[in-house]
T-cell receptor, first 114, second 114 residues
Framework: DGGITQSPKYLFRKEGQNVTLSCEQNLNHDAMYWYRQDPGQGLRLIYYSQIVNDFQKGDIAEGYSVSREKKESFPLTVTSAQKNPTAFYLC?????????????FGPGTRLTVL | AQSVSQHNHHVILSEAASLELGCNYSYGGTVNLFWYVQYPGQHLQLLLKYFSGDPLVKGIKGFEAEFIKSKFSFNLRKPSVQWSDTAEYFCAVNAKAAGNKLTFGGGTRVLVKP
């Protein structure tokens, strides 16, 4: 089955700790994205990558970091610098990152900072 | 700030009622418009999209949306809803003016009572 997998589904972190969220896709898509979903605010773009070894900041990149060493993988690190990290994180991919491309989403990771 | 607005945060209706969800955006120039749906416990998925041609777009599960350029709107409609349409609906705009990144509205939670 082609799709996007995110792990873990639920993640708990103590304040001051960095944590890495996994995102893998087997759709052979060039572009990948990370969004943060908060109630009533929709999805906000954190980072995106249109090609391996290249990525761009989205609207709310502060306190986050990413890497894109392989086409199928786009992990997100939530650092201790992120002031309000508790949220639902969604990973997505699209064929080529074109404006008309459909984005396909993973099941999400719910991060809770204790 | 330029944005995407969904004015209804929550909608409750009975089966067989008609549904219309509003979506307005503030970007000028070229836009590509999407409606995504998130059913309980499922991935966010595409309902329909518009980027050119007939401004009345038909999507999956009997949904349609109309692009009215003069009103900067892309409202979603379904003539007769079912209980299975209970979900959260997100309007999204990919605008050249916003750097060709997908910007989401805040979402509308729809509850269909059986």
């Amino acid at each position: 089955d082609g799709g996007i997998t995110q792990s873990p589904k639920y993640l708990f972190r103590k304040e001051g700790q960095n944590v890495t969220l996994s995102c893998e896709q087997n759709l052979n898509h060039d572009a990948m994205y990370w969004y943060r979903q908060d109630p009533g605010q929709g999805l906000r773009l954190i980072y995106y990558s249109q090609i391996v070894n290249d990525f761009q900041k989205g609207d709310i990149a502060e306190g986050y970091s990413v890497s894109r060493e392989k086409k199928e993988s786009f992990p997100l690190t939530v650092t201790s610098a992120q002031k309000n990290p508790t949220a639902f994180y969604l990973c997505a991919s699209s064929r080529a990152g074109e404006p008309t491309d459909t984005q396909y989403f993973g099941p999400g990771t719910r991060l809770t900072v204790l | 700030a330029q944005s995407v607005s969904q004015h209804n945060h929550h909608v409750i209706l009975s089966e067989a009622a008609s549904l219309e969800l509003g979506c307005n955006y503030s970007y000028g120039g070229t836009v590509n418009l999407f409606w995504y749906v998130q059913y309980p416990g499922q991935h966010l998925q595409l309902l329909l999209k518009y980027f050119s041609g007939d401004p009345l777009v038909k999507g999956i599960k009997g949904f349609e949306a109309e692009f009215i350029k003069s009103k900067f709107s892309f409202n979603l409609r379904k003539p007769s809803v079912q209980w299975s349409d209970t979900a959260e609906y997100f309007c999204a705009v990919n605008a050249k003016a916003a750097g060709n990144k997908l910007t989401f509205g805040g979402g509308t939670r729809v509850l269909v009572k059986p």
